[in-house]
């Protein structure tokens, strides 16, 4: 799960080519890794990949901000 | 181009590209798309290696390559292999002239780019050695923001290794194809398809775009201008701060700043608009890939965010909402999902700009985005926030279409808008509409009126006396043949004064005035003032009970009134001063008077006006208001010869006021107009005939009547139009067949603010809009347009009209409650109060104020605010309608209220139409029936009587002595055991309506078999289609079901030869069904005779066309003998039993079970189906009125009847039924509000005409959705349009074709009052026809035995059925009438 978005993050979202490989503490938000349209591509892509729906209210900074945040999200979504 | 080589790929446009395309078409001329950037270079440029990095620049990006042509009107693009560009230098050198370098910036920005040869322009300018502007203009149909970042950084690449010599080390930027290929393949993905639904939803085809400042670009100029509103660091460090906040922040710090703003614009378009639901246009950038965010050229779409704002609304509030938004717009705003239709749902543009211009080493520069001074018309703001060079300070720039907003709203504009961000960064938590907008500039223009008080100390009847001196001899008023000077009108005042103090009349008392327009009541006017009293004028039509209500209201001292008027009163408590009978007394009064000085603080009068709560109220009004408004008139309205008026309007309107004293005060004439004692009050009709007058004030529907008058040698020289919306073509009208001698004014005020307070001429050339404004206020009166915070609006923007100054009303008589509500302290001035009028208005563009409705009038219809008023102006513009209304219909009035009360007695609720109750709770029906309760016992009889009846023809032949009618219930299944007791033979027959609950079969069944008797069903196929027809007739299935069994039964009892059909109907039922008040009131009438009518009703019921009638077989019904052969016997006329008794009765005899499988107490399922109908549409249960008659004859107590009437009933199972039997839920549903338009014209006008009509010039949402032709427009005494009375027309009324006409004479007035009280209706015309009303037998039977009682007459039962209209009834009655004269 962490590995398939890191990877989609990298290849399709960033802006840059990034210096570092990305790891899943990285802030995605603040520090622009993803802009919103990126945000929103990247919750579109997670929910066809696991089969969720992420309603606008769970869209907040406590559940996306890095990849583990992320993962932590799915985990409770999905129990 | 130089070259243009075969075989390049033609490319189709993409959906950006393509709105950009078609917008540069319709503006051929117009550099609304030039993309313009400068970038200032501080630093030594190579300009033959520039040039040179240019061309390679051009070479590497495809976009800079592209041309646009057209294959059949079809627009493609192609991009050319080859592409010279010759970068032009332009030296500054020879001295730097900034204004001339900004010239020249300005001048080259706005130049024409040609799409087919080369869609950009570029060219370096030389400052000096040091300093170099790169200027750069890309049409928008290859470029967006990120784009041209792309572009600078490359360049600047390919210029430092052309520097440096190398030349083949640059990557070529990503081609723009790709993104074409993506977006055309996004467009067509069946996987999209969810977000192109939901942008189709979200355009809503019926939404108005806003007007900001009231403004429209109507003739789509482009032309726009940028004002550039540098937040700086303070406030965009403030923001920054406020974006952490943990309410206000979303996903990522880019998206709470564009959040952020998007809540600044949806507020501030809100404010600017008056609008409540606001959409607008966010740009995404959609570069979605890592090498879209490489490749230059058009990527972003527009697409809407959508909110509805209301006054309640925090910031915080508006931002929360405004994040769901924004979450469903990234969601679906992706490539190729915009559309043409979605781009014309919004016309103001929120473009946050997150691009940064690159920072290229050694070249330390500022970019500029140049305004190349056009927009697309269809934006008439664009807001772009940015900060390109990362400065830490946000920029805003501010596009304004300059159609929309003239020079002096481009100055204010962003003012107001940093006053909501300011509002916004000090407390989040704030109101919208709390923090005002306007510069203090504008307040103080706003608030300049002629406040300074320059009051006259002379009073109005001051001015009078002094024409005494002036004009003696002159005539004063003439009245019928009638002619008096003022000498003579003053003696005859002064001799009505004195007598008048001598009945004990003194300063400071309250005297009513009750009289038609005459000489008296001129003089009763000016003695009440003389005395130095307050009048109260009350018009002699005003019905009975509001007379009543005045006089006691007013607290008066003495009524001034006449014989014929007193006639109808019945108060005696107050001094009457019958002017007939008292005549002689006061003609022997002495001629003089000193008239008292009264203070000009006093009140002069108190006039009734209509109040919201039912009740009127008095508006008192100051001498000190009175000579305001008059004196001002004398100046304003002053023509070259003297006011010759015409007093024809109602005394009870306060614009009647003008005419009664402006001519008196000036030494003009009155000539006076007294009203016909029956129908509208028309005298305006005899004025114009009469020709007599130079001057007018009349209400613009008065107007409106006179309109198609022979003006060819009228000596009208001024009109004055009050108290309704004014429409100028209506004034045009009026001017051209008066001409141009005749000044027209429109004089705008309500009572509370004395006559008239703000006013305008009219001017044919410049008010062009549907209605004449209202104008400026008038001298000592101040007007403000205030929002629903009391902030005052900008010019031009919507707001509630608050007055102000010495014309202002002392409030309401004896009502400090309402006084105090209307009646507000005045923010604007000291010690001043101000008055709430209810009124929308707004500045237009000269500074007038426009009239747009009322605040109650602007009523809110699936969300939308609609102003009445408008509808009916457009209405009002179809060449053949002479007058329009528009009401809002709201049947859910109906819908059964929270706060019912109920019948103390009884238990009839208060939802029942036209039920009064009496201050213990107890209904009129309760109360009227303990007047005659004495004689329905004649009717009720005994069971020995039953006995001899069923008996009195017993036959040996005949197997059954009667047919009784069994459902399974209590009451049925006792009358059966009673009969069997009794001996008789029975036949018991059911109707299986297919929903008899298996549990009443299985009563039916058990107790047949137990008594032994014969038992059949009966059934038809049609009883879903007789279900439906009686919901929709009658709301319940009670009465179709009734009707079946009454036609089936019948049809049994003549094949069986049985004479008698014995019912179970309960003693409430006959109220319901059969008996009613009327047929008790005949002193003589026994049994028999109510006997006779009753069977004459039940004929006629037989006769109704309804499903019935159409799917059985009712034949039989046609012939008399039936009638004879089969007689109906309800059992409970003969029997008093009570519940207990019954059912002790049936426990021993009958082995009866309550079914359980109801879940009520009923043995039919489909039952409470028609409950719920009749409850929803009536608001009340269809067995209210026939238990509460249960209760009222003893039968049931009122508790059980009221725990029967609430009974709880499974909605699901409702709709499960109703769909069973075809019942239309949305009929139910559709129980909602519409909007209707009534019009006048000489011919019906098709709906669809109509329709197109507005079309025109409406959104769809405005459409009325029925339309209705009036004869005649109903008036109010005062003559304004009747909007009461065209909101009580009920549905069958407005869906027939029959045109509403008021009763024209006496006979249809007593037809129509009697036909009103027994419909419950609150209106109906003369040709409305009795059946189509839904008056069936038991209506006939009371409206006919009213009209007999009330004529004492002795008209047939089925008159009516053959004079189904009150016109013709009244013919008829007529006709009758002489007859017996004659004899």
């Given at each position: 799960?962490?590995?398939?978005?890191?990877?989609?993050?990298?290849?399709?979202l960033t802006n840059?080519?990034?210096?570092?490989?990305l790891?899943?503490?990285d802030?995605l938000?603040g520090?622009?890794?993803?802009?919103?349209?990126?945000?929103?591509?990247?919750?579109?892509?997670?929910?066809?990949?696991?089969?969720?729906?992420?309603?606008p209210e769970?869209?907040?900074?406590?559940?996306?901000?890095?990849?583990?945040?992320?993962?932590?999200?799915?985990?409770?979504?999905?129990? | 181009?130089?070259?243009?080589?075969?075989?390049?790929n033609e490319?189709e446009?993409?959906?950006?590209?393509?709105?950009?395309?078609?917008?540069q078409?319709?503006?051929?001329?117009?550099?609304l798309?030039?993309?313009?950037y400068?970038?200032?270079?501080?630093?030594?440029?190579?300009?033959r290696v520039?040039?040179?990095?240019?061309?390679?620049?051009?070479?590497?990006?495809?976009?800079l390559r592209?041309?646009?042509?057209?294959?059949?009107?079809i627009?493609?693009?192609?991009?050319l292999?080859?592409f010279?560009?010759?970068?032009?230098?332009?030296?500054?050198t020879?001295?730097f002239?900034?204004?001339e370098?900004?010239?020249?910036v300005?001048?080259?920005?706005?130049?024409?780019?040609?799409?087919?040869k080369c869609?950009?322009?570029?060219?370096l300018?030389?400052?000096?050695?040091?300093?170099?502007v790169?200027?750069?203009?890309?049409?928008?149909?290859?470029?967006?923001?990120i784009s041209?970042t792309?572009?600078?950084e490359?360049?600047?690449?390919?210029?430092?290794?052309?520097?440096?010599?190398?030349?083949?080390n640059?990557d070529?930027?990503?081609?723009?194809?790709?993104y074409?290929?993506?977006?055309?393949?996004?467009?067509?993905d069946?996987?999209?398809?969810?977000?192109?639904?939901?942008?189709?939803?979200?355009?809503?085809?019926?939404?108005?775009l806003?007007?900001?400042?009231?403004?429209?670009?109507k003739y789509?100029?482009?032309?726009?201008?940028?004002?550039?509103?540098?937040?700086?660091?303070?406030?965009?460090?403030r923001?920054?701060e406020?974006?952490?906040?943990?309410?206000?922040?979303?996903?990522t710090?880019?998206?709470?700043?564009?959040?952020?703003?998007?809540?600044?614009l949806f507020?501030y378009?809100?404010?600017?608009?008056n609008?409540?639901?606001?959409?607008?246009?966010?740009?995404?950038?959609n570069?979605?890939?890592?090498?879209?965010?490489?490749?230059?050229?058009?990527?972003?779409?527009?697409?809407?965010?959508?909110?509805?704002?209301?006054?309640?609304?925090t910031?915080l509030?508006?931002?929360?909402?405004?994040?769901m938004?924004?979450?469903?717009y990234?969601?679906?705003?992706?490539?190729?999902?915009?559309?043409?239709?979605?781009?014309?749902?919004?016309n103001?543009?929120?473009?946050?700009?997150?691009?940064?211009?690159?920072l290229i080493?050694d070249?330390?520069?500022?970019?500029?985005?140049i305004?190349?001074?056009?927009n697309?018309?269809?934006?008439?703001?664009?807001?772009?926030?940015?900060?390109?060079?990362?400065?830490g300070s946000?920029?805003?720039?501010?596009?304004?279409n300059?159609?929309?907003?003239?020079k002096?709203?481009?100055y204010?504009a962003?003012k107001?808008?940093?006053c909501?961000?300011?509002?916004?960064?000090?407390?989040i938590?704030?109101h919208?509409?709390?923090?005002?907008?306007i510069t203090?500039?504008?307040?103080?223009?706003?608030?300049?009126g002629?406040?300074?008080?320059?009051?006259?100390?002379?009073?109005?009847?001051?001015?009078f006396?002094?024409?005494?001196?002036?004009?003696?001899?002159?005539i004063?008023?003439?009245?019928?043949?009638?002619?008096?000077?003022?000498?003579?009108?003053?003696?005859?005042?002064n001799?009505?004064?004195?007598?008048?103090?001598?009945?004990?009349?003194?300063?400071?008392?309250?005297?009513?005035?009750?009289l038609e327009?005459?000489?008296?009541?001129?003089?009763?006017?000016l003695?009440?003032?003389?005395?130095g009293?307050?009048?109260v004028?009350?018009s002699?039509?005003?019905?009975?009970?509001?007379?009543?209500?005045?006089?006691?209201d007013?607290?008066?001292?003495?009524?001034?009134?006449?014989?014929?008027?007193?006639?109808?009163?019945?108060?005696?408590?107050i001094?009457l001063?019958?002017?007939d009978?008292s005549?002689?007394?006061?003609?022997?009064?002495?001629?003089?008077?000193i008239?008292?000085?009264s203070?000009?603080?006093?009140?002069a009068?108190v006039?009734?006006?209509?109040?919201?709560?039912?009740?009127?109220k008095?508006v008192?009004?100051s001498?000190?208001?009175?000579?305001?408004?008059i004196?001002?008139?004398?100046?304003?309205?002053a023509?070259?010869?003297?006011y010759?008026?015409?007093?024809?309007?109602?005394?009870?309107?306060?614009?009647?006021?003008?005419a009664?004293f402006?001519?008196?005060?000036t030494?003009?004439?009155?000539i006076?107009y007294?009203?016909?004692?029956?129908?509208?009050?028309?005298?305006?009709?005899?004025?114009?005939?009469?020709?007599?007058?130079?001057s007018?004030?009349?209400?613009?529907?008065?107007l409106?009547?006179?309109?198609d008058?022979?003006?060819?040698?009228?000596?009208?020289k001024?009109?004055i139009?009050?108290?309704?919306?004014?429409?100028?073509?209506?004034?045009?009208?009026?001017?051209?067949?008066?001409?141009?001698?005749?000044k027209i004014?429109?004089e705008?005020?309500?009572?509370?603010?004395?006559?008239?307070?703000?006013?305008?001429?009219?001017?044919?050339?410049?008010?062009?809009e549907?209605?004449?404004?209202?104008?400026?206020?008038?001298?000592?009166?101040s007007?403000?347009?205030?929002d629903?915070y009391?902030?005052?609006v900008?010019?031009?923007?919507?707001?509630?009209l608050?007055?102000?100054?010495?014309?202002?009303?002392?409030?309401?008589a004896?009502?400090?409650?309402?006084s105090?509500?209307?009646?507000?302290?005045n923010?604007?001035?000291?010690?001043?109060?101000?008055?709430?009028?209810?009124?929308?208005?707004?500045?237009?563009?000269s500074?007038?104020?426009?009239?747009?409705?009322?605040?109650?009038?602007?009523?809110?219809?699936?969300?939308?605010?609609?102003?009445?008023?408008?509808?009916?102006?457009?209405?009002?513009?179809?060449p053949?309608?002479?007058?329009a209304?528009?009401?809002?219909?709201?049947?859910?009035?109906?819908?059964?209220?929270k706060?019912?009360?109920?019948?103390?007695?009884?238990?009839?609720?208060?939802?029942?139409?036209?039920?009064?109750?009496?201050?213990?709770n107890?209904?009129?029906?309760?109360?009227?029936?303990?007047?005659?309760k004495?004689?329905t016992?004649?009717?009720?009889?005994?069971?020995?009587?039953?006995?001899?009846?069923?008996?009195?023809?017993?036959?040996?032949?005949r197997?059954?002595?009667?047919?009784?009618?069994?459902?399974?219930?209590k009451?049925?299944?006792?009358?059966?055991?009673?009969?069997i007791?009794?001996?008789?033979?029975v036949?018991?027959?059911?109707?299986?309506?297919g929903?008899?609950?298996d549990?009443?079969?299985?009563?039916?069944t058990?107790?047949?078999?137990k008594?032994?008797?014969?038992?059949?069903?009966?059934?038809?196929?049609?009883?879903?289609?007789?279900?439906?027809?009686s919901?929709?007739?009658?709301?319940?299935?009670c009465?179709?079901?009734?009707?079946?069994?009454y036609?089936?039964?019948?049809?049994?009892?003549l094949?069986?030869?049985?004479?008698?059909?014995?019912?179970?109907l309960?003693?409430g039922?006959?109220?319901?069904?059969?008996?009613?008040?009327?047929?008790?009131?005949?002193?003589?009438?026994?049994?028999?005779?109510i006997?006779?009518?009753?069977?004459e009703?039940?004929?006629l019921?037989?006769?109704?066309?309804?499903?019935?009638?159409?799917?059985?077989?009712?034949?039989m019904?046609?012939?008399?003998?039936?009638?004879?052969?089969v007689?109906?016997?309800d059992?409970?006329?003969?029997?008093?039993?009570?519940?207990?008794?019954?059912?002790?009765?049936?426990?021993?005899?009958?082995d009866?079970?309550?079914p359980?499988d109801?879940?009520r107490?009923?043995?039919?399922?489909?039952?409470?189906?028609?409950?719920?109908?009749?409850?929803?549409e009536r608001?009340y249960s269809?067995?209210?009125?026939?238990?509460?008659?249960d209760v009222?004859l003893?039968?049931?107590?009122?508790?059980e009847?009221?725990?029967?009437?609430?009974?709880?009933?499974?909605e699901d199972?409702?709709?499960?039924?109703?769909?069973?039997?075809?019942?239309?839920?949305?009929?139910?549903?559709?129980?909602?509000?519409?909007?209707?338009?009534?019009?006048?014209s000489?011919e019906?006008i098709?709906?669809v005409?109509?329709?197109?009509?507005?079309a025109?010039?409406?959104?769809?949402?405005?459409?009325?959705?029925?339309?209705?032709?009036?004869?005649?427009?109903?008036?109010?005494k005062?003559?304004k349009?009747?909007?009461?009375?065209?909101?009580?027309?009920?549905?069958?009324?407005?869906?027939?074709?029959?045109v509403?006409?008021a009763?024209?004479?006496?006979?249809?007035?007593l037809v129509?009052?009697?036909?009103?009280?027994?419909?419950?209706m609150?209106?109906?015309?003369?040709?409305?026809?009795?059946?189509?009303?839904?008056g069936?037998?038991?209506?006939?039977?009371?409206?006919?035995?009213?009209?007999?009682?009330?004529?004492q007459?002795?008209?047939?039962?089925?008159?009516?059925?053959?004079l189904?209209t009150?016109?013709?009834?009244?013919?008829y009655?007529?006709?009758?009438?002489?007859?017996?004269?004659?004899?």
């Amino acid at each position: 799960m962490n590995k398939i978005i890191l990877d989609y993050i990298s290849n399709e979202l960033t802006n840059e080519q990034l210096e570092d490989p990305l790891e899943s503490g990285d802030d995605l938000l603040g520090s622009g890794i993803l802009d919103s349209m990126g945000m929103m591509k990247l919750i579109l892509f997670i929910e066809n990949e696991f089969e969720i729906k992420v309603p606008p209210e769970d869209m907040v900074i406590e559940n996306f901000m890095t990849v583990g945040h992320i993962i932590t999200y799915l985990e409770n979504k999905t129990v | 181009m130089s070259e243009i080589e075969k075989n390049i790929n033609e490319t189709e446009l993409t959906k950006s590209q393509l709105a950009i395309w078609t917008g540069q078409q319709m503006a051929p001329d117009a550099p609304l798309y030039n993309t313009v950037y400068t970038f200032d270079i501080k630093n030594k440029l190579d300009v033959r290696v520039f040039r040179s990095a240019f061309q390679y620049l051009v070479k590497g990006t495809d976009i800079l390559r592209t041309v646009f042509n057209t294959k059949n009107t079809i627009p493609y693009q192609i991009v050319l292999p080859n592409f010279n560009f010759n970068l032009e230098l332009v030296d500054f050198t020879n001295g730097f002239n900034k204004s001339e370098y900004y010239k020249w910036v300005e001048l080259r920005s706005q130049a024409k780019l040609n799409l087919a040869k080369c869609p950009f322009d570029s060219a370096l300018i030389k400052v000096n050695e040091n300093r170099f502007v790169w200027f750069l203009n890309i049409h928008h149909i290859i470029t967006d923001a990120i784009s041209t970042t792309l572009l600078h950084e490359k360049m600047f690449e390919y210029y430092s290794n052309l520097k440096n010599g190398d030349e083949n080390n640059i990557d070529d930027l990503p081609s723009f194809e790709d993104y074409i290929t993506f977006e055309n393949k996004q467009s067509n993905d069946i996987q999209n398809h969810l977000k192109q639904e939901y942008w189709k939803v979200k355009i809503d085809k019926s939404y108005t775009l806003p007007k900001l400042y009231g403004n429209e670009n109507k003739y789509l100029k482009t032309a726009s201008e940028r004002i550039t509103l540098g937040l700086g660091l303070d406030r965009s460090k403030r923001i920054k701060e406020l974006s952490k906040n943990m309410a206000v922040r979303s996903l990522t710090p880019r998206l709470t700043i564009f959040n952020l703003f998007a809540t600044l614009l949806f507020t501030y378009v809100h404010r600017i608009s008056n609008q409540n639901k606001i959409t607008i246009g966010a740009t995404a950038h959609n570069r979605v890939s890592q090498l879209f965010q490489k490749t230059p050229g058009l990527f972003i779409e527009i697409f809407p965010l959508l909110i509805k704002l209301e006054d309640q609304d925090t910031f915080l509030s508006v931002l929360q909402r405004t994040k769901m938004e924004t979450s469903d717009y990234l969601r679906n705003g992706q490539p190729g999902m915009a559309s043409a239709d979605i781009s014309r749902g919004f016309n103001v543009i929120l473009n946050y700009m997150t691009s940064k211009f690159a920072l290229i080493e050694d070249f330390p520069m500022t970019s500029e985005w140049i305004h190349a001074g056009h927009n697309d018309p269809a934006h008439h703001l664009r807001c772009h926030i940015y900060d390109f060079d990362s400065t830490g300070s946000l920029e805003i720039h501010l596009d304004f279409n300059t159609a929309v907003f003239d020079k002096e709203l481009r100055y204010l504009a962003p003012k107001h808008f940093l006053c909501l961000i300011d509002a916004m960064l000090d407390d989040i938590n704030q109101h919208i509409t709390s923090a005002s907008i306007i510069t203090k500039e504008e307040r103080n223009e706003l608030l300049t009126g002629d406040v300074i008080s320059t009051n006259s100390k002379a009073s109005v009847i001051a001015q009078f006396e002094s024409q005494l001196v002036e004009n003696p001899e002159k005539i004063a008023i003439r009245f019928k043949n009638q002619k008096l000077t003022y000498s003579e009108i003053n003696n005859k005042t002064n001799q009505l004064a004195n007598y008048l103090a001598k009945q004990g009349v003194s300063k400071g008392d309250i005297v009513a005035i009750h009289l038609e327009r005459s000489t008296n009541y001129i003089t009763s006017v000016l003695a009440a003032l003389k005395l130095g009293t307050t009048f109260v004028p009350i018009s002699s039509e005003q019905p009975k009970e509001r007379v009543q209500y005045i006089l006691q209201d007013s607290n008066c001292k003495a009524l001034i009134s006449n014989t014929v008027i007193l006639r109808k009163l019945e108060s005696k408590k107050i001094n009457l001063i019958n002017l007939d009978d008292s005549a002689e007394d006061i003609e022997n009064q002495t001629t003089t008077y000193i008239s008292q000085a009264s203070e000009l603080d006093s009140i002069a009068y108190v006039i009734y006006t209509s109040g919201s709560t039912g009740k009127p109220k008095g508006v008192m009004i100051s001498n000190a208001s009175l000579a305001n408004y008059i004196n001002w008139s004398k100046g304003y309205y002053a023509h070259k010869d003297s006011y010759v008026f015409p007093l024809c309007t109602s005394i009870g309107f306060d614009l009647t006021i003008t005419a009664t004293f402006l001519p008196l005060v000036t030494g003009g004439e009155l000539i006076i107009y007294t009203e016909s004692s029956i129908g509208p009050d028309i005298s305006i009709l005899q004025v114009i005939e009469d020709n007599l007058v130079n001057s007018i004030k009349l209400t613009p529907s008065h107007l409106a009547l006179i309109k198609d008058s022979d003006f060819s040698s009228s000596k009208l020289k001024l009109i004055i139009v009050g108290g309704e919306d004014f429409k100028s073509s209506l004034a045009n009208s009026i001017q051209d067949s008066v001409g141009d001698d005749l000044k027209i004014f429109n004089e705008y005020g309500p009572t509370e603010a004395t006559v008239g307070c703000i006013v305008s001429r009219y001017n044919s050339d410049l008010h062009i809009e549907t209605s004449v404004p209202i104008g400026i206020p008038i001298k000592n009166m101040s007007a403000y347009v205030l929002d629903s915070y009391h902030n005052l609006v900008p010019k031009g923007v919507i707001g509630e009209l608050y007055l102000s100054g010495t014309g202002l009303a002392k409030g309401y008589a004896r009502n400090t409650k309402l006084s105090n509500e209307r009646f507000l302290v005045n923010p604007f001035q000291q010690n001043a109060k101000m008055y709430r009028t209810g009124d929308l208005v707004r500045f237009n563009e000269s500074d007038e104020l426009e009239y747009l409705g009322r605040v109650d009038e602007q009523v809110k219809l699936n969300g939308f605010r609609i102003e009445l008023s408008d509808i009916e102006a457009n209405l009002n513009q179809h060449p053949n309608i002479n007058n329009a209304a528009v009401v809002l219909m709201d049947s859910e009035k109906k819908a059964e209220s929270k706060d019912i009360i109920n019948c103390k007695e009884c238990g009839l609720p208060s939802s029942y139409p036209n039920i009064d109750f009496d201050d213990n709770n107890v209904c009129h029906l309760c109360n009227s029936f303990k007047g005659y309760k004495e004689k329905t016992d004649k009717y009720f009889k005994t069971e020995e009587d039953l006995i001899q009846l069923l008996t009195s023809n017993k036959n040996d032949n005949r197997k059954y002595d009667c047919l009784t009618l069994l459902s399974g219930g209590k009451d049925s299944t006792y009358v059966l055991a009673r009969l069997i007791d009794m001996g008789l033979n029975v036949l018991t027959f059911t109707l299986d309506n297919g929903y008899i609950s298996d549990q009443a079969k299985a009563n039916i069944t058990r107790i047949t078999e137990k008594l032994g008797v014969d038992h059949i069903y009966g059934a038809t196929p049609h009883m879903n289609k007789i279900f439906v027809d009686s919901l929709h007739r009658h709301k319940n299935v009670c009465n179709g079901c009734f009707k079946t069994i009454y036609t089936l039964s019948t049809k049994v009892a003549l094949e069986n030869n049985i004479p008698f059909v014995v019912t179970g109907l309960s003693r409430g039922q006959f109220f319901e069904t059969r008996l009613t008040e009327e047929l008790f009131w005949d002193e003589d009438a026994d049994g028999t005779t109510i006997d006779d009518t009753i069977l004459e009703a039940r004929k006629l019921y037989h006769q109704e066309e309804d499903a019935v009638k159409n799917h059985l077989d009712t034949s039989m019904f046609s012939l008399d003998s039936t009638f004879n052969k089969v007689q109906y016997v309800d059992f409970y006329r003969y029997s008093n039993v009570s519940l207990t008794e019954m059912l002790i009765f049936l426990k021993e005899k009958a082995d009866w079970v309550r079914p359980t499988d109801t879940g009520r107490s009923t043995n039919c399922l489909i039952n409470q189906a028609g409950i719920h109908v009749h409850k929803k549409e009536r608001g009340y249960s269809n067995y209210s009125f026939p238990y509460s008659w249960d209760v009222r004859l003893g039968h049931k107590n009122r508790d059980e009847a009221l725990e029967e009437i609430n009974e709880h009933i499974d909605e699901d199972e409702v709709h499960r039924m109703l769909d069973e039997i075809g019942y239309k839920k949305s009929d139910l549903d559709n129980n909602k509000k519409q909007l209707i338009g009534f019009y006048t014209s000489k011919e019906i006008i098709p709906s669809v005409d109509l329709k197109l009509h507005l079309a025109k010039h409406l959104p769809e949402y405005m459409f009325p959705s029925k339309y209705k032709h009036l004869k005649e427009m109903p008036l109010t005494k005062n003559g304004k349009i009747d909007k009461i009375a065209l909101r009580t027309l009920s549905d069958i009324q407005l869906e027939s074709d029959v045109v509403y006409v008021a009763p024209t004479n006496e006979i249809e007035e007593l037809v129509e009052s009697i036909w009103k009280e027994v419909l419950q209706m609150d209106r109906i015309g003369i040709h409305d026809n009795f059946i189509s009303l839904g008056g069936h037998s038991l209506a006939a039977i009371r409206v006919t035995a009213r009209i007999n009682d009330e004529l004492q007459t002795n008209f047939a039962l089925n008159k009516i059925f053959e004079l189904p209209t009150i016109q013709e009834y009244a013919v008829y009655i007529e006709s009758q009438l002489m007859e017996l004269l004659q004899q």
